[in-house]
C-alpha cells in the first residue's frame, strides 16, 4: 500500500515560514490583483537558500490536498452522485447544470474546500514555482523531489483536463484546450516516472496515466499501465491524507461536521455514505480498483465481454477486502424542502421507472450508537457477482459505469464519466484580457443525454414518511438511470472521449 506523504502544518524553519507566508501568497498567487509582496523575502533569496525545493514541497503538499478537497466536492454535488441540502454551498444551483455559471459559488469561490478551478490553478501556479524559478538553481534537489513536483503539476492539468473545456495556464494566458492540458499532464507524469522510477510517486504518476490514457482513448496505453500497476501491487492504494485543524477532509465538512449537511447522496448511494467518517480521513487520489475497472473498459471496446467480466469480477473482489467504518450518524437526511429523504433500512430502491427493486442500500438514520451504520472507508459496491455473470455486453457497460460510481464515489470521477464540463470562474473572465464571455471555457458543457433541470437527483415519490416517521411507502424509484444513460447514449468513454 502506498500512502501520500503529508506534512502541512510542521513547518519549523524560518524560510520554510517566509515560503508559505510570502513567496507563496505573492509569487504563485496568479489570481491576485494585489500583487501583496513579504519584503522580508524574495525569489533570489530563496533561490540562494539551502534547499529551497525541499523548503516549498510541504506548500505543495498541501495546495494538493485543497485541490483534492475542492474538486470532490464541486464534482460531487454537480452530478448524480450527491443533492445539496440548505444555503451552505451557495444555494442549490450546482443541481441544476444549466444554472451554473462562472459567478456559481462553487465554481467562483477561492477557499480551501470550495474552489476548484482556483485551488487547481493555485496548484498549478505553485508548481511552475518550483520547478521553473527555483530548481533550476538548486543543485541539491533530489530527483524525488522534483518527481514529487511533476506529479503535483501533472495531476492539476489532468483534472483541469477532465473537468474544463479550456483554461489559461500563465497569467492573463489565452485558454488552452482540454486537449493541450491532458498533453501537458502527461509529460510531468512521465517525467516524474522517469525521474521516480521506484520511489513513492512511481505508481501514483503511472496509475494517472492510466487514467490520462482513458480519457483520451489511449485504449493500448491505458490497458498497459494499468496492468502494470496492478502487477506492482494488487492492493495499491495511494491517499491524499488531511489533519484535524489545518487542512480537513472537505467532503467531510458538508457531510459529517455541519449541521445541514448539505451533501446527501442519491438514495440508491445511501449504503456508501458518510464515506470519510473523520475530519482527517484520507481520500483517495489512486487505486487498484480503478486500474481494474480501466482494464475492463479496454476490453468491452475491443467486443471482449468475457475478459471484461474477469476485471470487473476482480474489482467487486478486492472491493469486498476493503476496510470499512462503524459510525454514529445524526444525519436526518433532509432535502432541499426539509422532506425526510430515504433513511430507513425499509426502503427498497428501483434505479429507473419500471426497474426492480433493490433492498439494503439504505441505512436506518439517524442513529445515535457508536456502531450503527457501518460504511466503506475505500471502496463499496452494490454489484454482486451473480449480476455480472449473467451480463451481456451492453449491461456489463452498465454496471462498469455503475461500479465506477460506486467505487470512486467522492474521488471526483463522476463529472468527466458524465461528459459535464465546468466554466472558469468568473474573477478570471473578468480580469484576463485574453478572455471574454462565451469564449471557450467560460461556459458550462452540458452533453444532450443529460436530462433537464435537477433531474440528475430526483426521484419518486418525495413524501416517504407521515409526521410520526411511520413508512408511507417502502419503494422508491429513481427518475433516470444515468449509468444505463451512459451505456445507451454515450457509449465507453475511452471509445469516445469527447476531448475538446
Known amino acids: 500500500m502506498t500512502v501520500q506523504p503529508y506534512l502541512p502544518h510542521r513547518l519549523t524553519a524560518v524560510l520554510l515560514a517566509l515560503v508559505v507566508t510570502g513567496v507563496f501568497a505573492a509569487g504563485c498567487d496568479f489570481l491576485d490583483p494585489t500583487q501583496v509582496e513579504n519584503p522580508r523575502t524574495t525569489d533570489d533569496d530563496l533561490a540562494a537558500a539551502n534547499q529551497p525545493v525541499r523548503a516549498l514541497l510541504p506548500g505543495l503538499r498541501a495546495q494538493f490536498s485543497r485541490a483534492i478537497g475542492s474538486t470532490v466536492v464541486a464534482t460531487s454535488v454537480a452530478t448524480d452522485d450527491y443533492s445539496i441540502n440548505g444555503t451552505g454551498l451557495g444555494g442549490n444551483d450546482m443541481d441544476f447544470p444549466e444554472l ?111 487514467r490520462l490514457a482513458r480519457g483520451t482513448g489511449d485504449t493500448g496505453t491505458a490497458a498497459t499501465l494499468a496492468s502494470a500497476v496492478l502487477t506492482a501491487d494488487p492492493n495499491f492504494l495511494f491517499q491524499q491524507l488531511f489533519d484535524e485543524q489545518n487542512l480537513v477532509n472537505a467532503p467531510h465538512l458538508f457531510i459529517v461536521t455541519r449541521a445541514l449537511k448539505e451533501l446527501q447522496p442519491l438514495p440508491r448511494l445511501d449504503f456508501l455514505d458518510p464515506k470519510y467518517t473523520a475530519r482527517n480521513a484520507g481520500i483517495a487520489v489512486a487505486k487498484a480498483e480503478e486500474m481494474h475497472l480501466i482494464l475492463a473498459e479496454v476490453a468491452l471496446a475491443a467486443g471482449d465481454a468475457g475478459e471484461a467480466r474477469g476485471h470487473l469480477l476482480d474489482a467487486l473482489t478486492l472491493v469486498a477486502e476493503r476496510p470499512t467504518a462503524a459510525f454514529e450518524d445524526d444525519d436526518p437526511r433532509f432535502d432541499n424542502d426539509l422532506n425526510p429523504r430515504p433513511r430507513t433500512s425499509n426502503i427498497a430502491i428501483a434505479f429507473e421507472p419500471g426497474g426492480d427493486f433493490v433492498e439494503g442500500l439504505v441505512l436506518d438514520r439517524p442513529c445515535d450508537d457508536d456502531a450503527c451504520i457501518t460504511t466503506p472507508t475505500v471502496s463499496g459496491t452494490s454489484v454482486t457477482e451473480a449480476q455480472l455473470n449473467a451480463a451481456d455486453a451492453n449491461e456489463l457497460t452498465r454496471l462498469l459505469y455503475l461500479m465506477r460510481q460506486e467505487i470512486m464515489l467522492l474521488e471526483g470521477r463522476r463529472l468527466h464519466d458524465l461528459g459535464l464540463r465546468f466554466p472558469m470562474m468568473l474573477r478570471e473572465i473578468e480580469q484576463n484580457p485574453n478572455i471574454a464571455e462565451g469564449d471557450p471555457g467560460t461556459e458550462m458543457v452540458i452533453p444532450a443525454y443529460i436530462p433537464p433541470g435537477n433531474e440528475l437527483d430526483l426521484y419518486t415519490p418525495v413524501e416517504i414518511y407521515d409526521e410520526d416517521g411511520n413508512t408511507l411507502e417502502s419503494e422508491i424509484t429513481m427518475l433516470h438511470d444515468m449509468n444505463r444513460v451512459l451505456a445507451t447514449q454515450r457509449g465507453l468513454l475511452i471509445a469516445n472521449p469527447q476531448v475538446p
Request: aromatic content about 8%; cysteine-free; overall charge negative.
Open 100 to 210: 451554473v455559471t462562472p459567478n456559481t459559488a462553487v465554481i467562483n469561490s477561492t477557499g480551501a474546500t470550495l474552489g476548484i478551478y482556483w485551488n487547481l490553478q493555485e496548484l498549478r501556479a505553485l508548481s511552475d514555482f518550483v520547478l521553473n524559478e527555483i530548481a533550476p538553481n538548486d543543485q541539491g534537489a533530489s530527483d524525488a523531489l522534483l518527481a514529487e513536483a511533476h506529479y503535483y503539476r501533472g495531476m492539476a492539468f489532468l483534472m483541469q483536463a477532465e473537468n474544463f473545456t479550456a483554461v489559461p495556464t500563465e497569467t492573463n494566458g489565452a485558454p488552452a484546450p482540454a486537449s493541450d492540458l491532458f498533453a501537458r499532464a502527461q509529460d510531468d507524469l512521465q517525467t516524474a516516472l522517469a525521474l521516480d522510477e521506484g520511489g513513492a510517486f512511481a505508481l501514483p504518476a503511472e496509475a494517472a496515466l492510466a
